[in-house]
């Protein structure tokens, strides 16, 4: 089938960042989460009137609107909108203004909460019960009156409760009058409240199992307990077949499939086909193109639904699962007469299209799910896309210099760990866009068509390797730009112990063409392609690049740009996650305050003895 003559390689004009309190374009459209959660602030007063109270009225509600402020500024949901910020009606001095505040919250959508106060205040009169959310308490730091002291004591009845909450305190006394934010209070109040967002958002969301089991992978055996207790979501599954069927009765917008093929030919470059001769199909090319271009709009559809289909006479598909995040099996019983899904996995996670720059959908490839929801735990806390990548090979320095007669040199020296997968990835993750010189992965709303086409411009599609997909298809292929901050994770699964999650923060390296050529044949070169190498600390899995990859706990690993464990391990004490391994300074990490009372020394002990203790968030 010829290209369209209307093919064009971008949109005219790209969305600039939105603006303050408006949706970009086709959000509900675009975007795999909707409804989103807001921030609930409680301003906690000395509930002494005649005198005291009312000294404190101005101070305490001034903090918590500073709080808000602070929130509206530096957050964003993935959309791209601010967060939202409910702050009670009145100040909370007693047990009657925080049942009210709690009705108020209930009512406004508030999916998170952080008290904040200057004074002493009636400790278990006034903290927040629920214990569905994330909770924390920032008590300012001066002398004039005891605002930390009210953190201690309301901290101590959260622990004696079985409430969990964090706590912020600066490290300096300030005066009463000080309206400043220290930077160390600012740091913690939105660690935290990237996490509590992060929590919020998966809530009541679903995850989309798009067939079942994928050559026996245990990632991709979908555990409802841990979905539903742990994460608050809901599970739900379609057979691969819906997409043929979909196919067949045209159950997709069509004049979206003409803008989509279009844009798709035009702008994805198809490489070379590394098949034997007797194993291409050439003729079969084109066919391939539109089947992936159908199964990707398909895909979209069915995690968020579509309500052009509702128009087209398909109101039952027209709604969609709620998926937040989502896998596709692909092999073998797909694969192995059809299209695969490497285009649609690709096109899905990267956060541009035919329709320009949007939020990236969260898809693991083989129905992977637990490497989906450390996908998801990446994506909430970023706002970005994610690399899904196989934890596939160590290459020691001498192994490398066996194979290629190159030395490793510089943060490679000690080896590297490739991380390619069998077929897909996003296009973010080519790090190809790029910010002050330096490569990175933006938040959709500022990429520039400069970057898209980077990306594009770096990225090849060849026909899928048919001895591992004998229907055909495309795999994705470039090379991940070098010294990029990244971290690593992964959700393992344990019997008997539950999901413990491993934190690897590292920096991408490129190696020389005929080195990374070399390597690559060895395995497939129509594969994209990370070279990692996780930071060492000397302690524990973080001895050497080997031991890392020794110690990881399955064949695939999501990756986020920048160093974010911190935020990873705040999310996980949340969830009652313990993290069995991390390179994670000591210093950055931020738990709830009642861990402490599971020991001080063994950190990582007393993570899984917390966690133990009170059980899964929901469960």
């Given at each position: 089938?010829?290209?369209?003559?209307?093919?064009?390689?971008?949109?005219?004009?790209?969305?600039?960042?939105?603006?303050?309190?408006?949706?970009?374009a086709?959000?509900?459209?675009?975007?795999?989460?909707?409804?989103?959660?807001?921030?609930?602030?409680r301003?906690?007063?000395?509930?002494?009137?005649?005198?005291?109270?009312?000294?404190?009225?101005?101070?305490?509600?001034?903090?918590?609107?500073?709080?808000?402020?602070?929130?509206?500024?530096?957050?964003?949901?993935?959309?791209?909108?601010?967060?939202?910020?409910?702050?009670?009606?009145?100040?909370?001095g007693?047990?009657?203004?925080a049942?009210?505040?709690?009705?108020?919250?209930?009512?406004?959508?508030?999916?998170?909460?952080?008290?904040?106060?200057?004074?002493?205040?009636?400790?278990?009169?006034?903290?927040?019960?629920?214990r569905?959310?994330?909770?924390?308490?920032?008590?300012?730091?001066?002398?004039?009156?005891?605002?930390?002291?009210?953190?201690?004591?309301?901290?101590?009845?959260?622990?004696?409760?079985?409430?969990?909450?964090?706590?912020?305190?600066?490290?300096?006394?300030?005066?009463?009058?000080?309206?400043?934010?220290?930077?160390?209070?600012?740091?913690?109040?939105?660690d935290?409240?990237?996490?509590?967002?992060?929590?919020?958002?998966?809530?009541?969301?679903?995850?989309?199992?798009?067939?079942?089991?994928?050559?026996g992978?245990a990632?991709?055996?979908?555990?409802?307990?841990?979905w539903?207790?742990?994460?608050?979501?809901?599970?739900e599954?379609?057979?691969?077949?819906?997409?043929?069927?979909?196919?067949?009765?045209?159950?997709?917008?069509?004049?979206?499939f003409?803008?989509?093929?279009?844009?798709?030919?035009?702008?994805?470059?198809?490489?070379?086909?590394?098949?034997?001769?007797?194993?291409?199909?050439?003729?079969?090319?084109?066919?391939?193109?539109?089947?992936?271009?159908?199964?990707t709009?398909?895909?979209?559809?069915?995690?968020?639904?579509?309500?052009?289909?509702?128009e087209?006479?398909?109101?039952?598909?027209?709604?969609?699962?709620?998926?937040?995040?989502?896998?596709?099996?692909?092999?073998?019983?797909?694969?192995?007469?059809?299209?695969?899904?490497?285009?649609?996995?690709t096109?899905?996670?990267?956060?541009?299209?035919?329709?320009?720059?949007?939020?990236?959908?969260?898809?693991?490839?083989?129905?992977?799910?637990?490497?989906?929801?450390?996908?998801l735990?990446?994506?909430?806390?970023?706002?970005?896309?994610?690399?899904?990548?196989?934890?596939?090979?160590?290459?020691?320095?001498?192994?490398?210099?066996?194979?290629?007669g190159?030395?490793?040199?510089?943060?490679?020296?000690?080896?590297?760990?490739?991380?390619?997968?069998?077929?897909s990835?996003?296009l973010?993750?080519?790090?190809?866009?790029?910010?002050?010189?330096?490569?990175?992965?933006?938040?959709w709303?500022?990429?520039?068509?400069?970057?898209?086409?980077?990306?594009?411009d770096?990225?090849?599609?060849?026909?899928?390797?048919?001895?591992?997909?004998?229907?055909?298809?495309?795999s994705?292929?470039?090379?991940?730009a070098?010294?990029?901050?990244?971290?690593?994770?992964?959700?393992?699964?344990?019997?008997?112990?539950?999901?413990?999650?491993?934190?690897?923060?590292?920096?991408?390296?490129?190696?020389p063409?005929?080195?990374?050529?070399?390597?690559?044949?060895?395995?497939?070169?129509?594969?994209?392609?990370?070279?990692?190498?996780?930071?060492?600390?000397?302690?524990?899995?973080?001895?050497?690049?080997?031991?890392?990859?020794?110690?990881?706990?399955?064949?695939?690993?999501?990756?986020?740009?920048?160093?974010?464990?911190?935020?990873?391990?705040?999310?996980?004490?949340?969830?009652?996650?313990?993290?069995?391994?991390?390179?994670v300074?000591?210093?950055?990490v931020?738990?709830?305050?009642?861990?402490?009372?599971?020991?001080?020394?063994?950190?990582?002990g007393?993570?899984?003895?917390?966690?133990?203790?009170?059980?899964?968030?929901?469960?």
């Amino acid at each position: 089938m010829a290209v369209p003559a209307a093919a064009t390689r971008h949109p005219s004009t790209f969305p600039g960042p939105p603006a303050k309190g408006r949706n970009p374009a086709r959000p509900e459209k675009v975007s795999s989460v909707t409804n989103y959660p807001k921030i609930g602030i409680r301003p906690i007063i000395d509930g002494r009137r005649r005198g005291v109270r009312e000294s404190l009225e101005d101070q305490t509600m001034n903090m918590a609107r500073r709080v808000a402020a602070l929130y509206e500024a530096e957050l964003r949901y993935p959309d791209g909108t601010p967060v939202q910020v409910v702050i009670a009606d009145s100040t909370i001095g007693g047990v009657a203004e925080a049942q009210a505040t709690a009705t108020k919250f209930r009512l406004e959508g508030v999916g998170l909460t952080l008290s904040v106060t200057p004074c002493w205040c009636y400790g278990t009169e006034t903290i927040d019960m629920d214990r569905t959310m994330p909770h924390a308490i920032w008590g300012f730091n001066g002398s004039e009156r005891p605002g930390a002291v009210y953190l201690a004591a309301a901290l101590a009845g959260h622990a004696q409760l079985g409430i969990p909450a964090f706590g912020i305190y600066g490290e300096h006394v300030q005066d009463a009058d000080d309206e400043t934010i220290p930077d160390e209070v600012r740091s913690r109040l939105l660690d935290y409240a990237t996490a509590g967002l992060a929590v919020a958002q998966m809530r009541g969301r679903s995850y989309l199992a798009m067939g079942g089991v994928s050559m026996g992978i245990a990632g991709s055996v979908v555990k409802d307990d841990f979905w539903s207790k742990y994460l608050g979501m809901r599970n739900e599954y379609i057979d691969m077949s819906e997409f043929d069927r979909r196919v067949r009765e045209n159950i997709f917008d069509p004049e979206e499939f003409d803008k989509a093929y279009a844009w798709i030919r035009e702008n994805f470059t198809q490489g070379e086909d590394f098949n034997p001769d007797a194993l291409k199909m050439s003729d079969k090319h084109e066919d391939w193109w539109i089947y992936c271009t159908k199964m990707t709009l398909i895909a979209r559809d069915l995690m968020v639904g579509n309500p052009r289909l509702a128009e087209l006479g398909f109101g039952e598909e027209a709604g969609g699962h709620g998926a937040i995040a989502a896998g596709f099996q692909g092999q073998r019983q797909w694969t192995d007469g059809m299209p695969n899904g490497d285009v649609m996995e690709t096109i899905l996670n990267t956060q541009f299209d035919w329709n320009g720059p949007r939020p990236a959908y969260v898809m693991a490839t083989e129905n992977d799910a637990l490497n989906g929801a450390s996908m998801l735990f990446n994506h909430l806390l970023t706002n970005q896309a994610q690399l899904f990548s196989d934890v596939r090979t160590f290459w020691s320095p001498e192994a490398v210099e066996r194979v290629t007669g190159y030395k490793l040199e510089g943060r490679a020296s000690g080896g590297i760990i490739d991380l390619r997968n069998s077929g897909s990835t996003t296009l973010d993750g080519t790090f190809a866009a790029t910010q002050d010189g330096e490569h990175v992965i933006k938040n959709w709303w500022d990429l520039t068509e400069a970057d898209t086409q980077a990306m594009l411009d770096s990225t090849t599609f060849h026909p899928a390797n048919v001895e591992y997909f004998r229907g055909g298809g495309f795999s994705t292929h470039f090379r991940s730009a070098g010294e990029v901050p990244v971290t690593m994770c992964r959700i393992n699964l344990v019997d008997g112990l539950g999901p413990v999650l491993q934190i690897a923060e590292g920096w991408t390296v490129e190696l020389p063409d005929e080195v990374a050529t070399t390597i690559e044949v060895r395995t497939d070169r129509a594969w994209p392609t990370t070279w990692f190498v996780p930071n060492l600390t000397g302690e524990g899995a973080f001895t050497s690049v080997y031991e890392v990859m020794n110690q990881w706990g399955a064949n695939h690993g999501a990756i986020a740009y920048g160093h974010i464990g911190a935020k990873l391990i705040t999310l996980a004490s949340m969830l009652r996650i313990p993290v069995n391994m991390h390179n994670v300074p000591d210093e950055q990490v931020f738990r709830p305050k009642a861990w402490s009372a599971f020991g001080t020394r063994d950190l990582e002990g007393a993570d899984f003895r917390a966690c133990d203790a009170y059980g899964p968030l929901y469960g």
